[in-house]
């Protein structure tokens, strides 16, 4: 069984930034993505982010192109999220999660980190 760990939020104002990580133990990524899903009080969890672990293509969800950027370091089975240019509607609760390519279901969730964007 994976565990996913997630660190790096805070709170910051807007037109910061801040960088959360994802520690995996327990797996290698291997034939996997790590995918970023945020969820805000009284709102749908929504996708965020993923970046397939091997071939490294990355998507994003419309509102976070050009600010975000997410990214791996292999040897360290971590995945990160760079915010940029933080905006008061990207405050929410953001959970990494893996998912096996030959299932297209996310199988494994982290226990979150709270990110506040005050205005």
């Known amino acids: 069984q994976v565990q996913l760990v997630e660190s790096g939020g805070g709170l910051v104002q807007a037109g910061g930034s801040l960088r959360l990580s994802c520690a995996a133990a327990?797996?290698?990524?291997?034939?996997?993505?790590m995918g970023w899903f945020r969820q805000a009080p009284g709102k749908e969890r929504e996708f965020v982010a993923r970046?397939?672990?091997?071939?490294?293509?990355?998507y994003y969800t419309d509102s976070v192109k050009g600010r975000f950027t997410i990214s791996r370091d292999n040897a360290k089975n971590t995945g990160y999220l760079q915010m940029n240019s933080l905006k008061p509607e990207d405050t929410a609760v953001y959970y990494c999660?893996?998912?096996?390519?030959?299932?297209?279901?996310?199988?494994?969730w982290g226990q979150g980190t709270q990110v506040t964007v005050s205005s």
């Open positions: 970046i397939d672990w091997n071939s490294g293509n990355t």
């Open positions: 999660a893996t998912l096996p390519l030959r299932t297209g279901s996310y199988d494994n």
């Open positions: 327990g797996r290698t990524f291997s034939s996997y993505a």
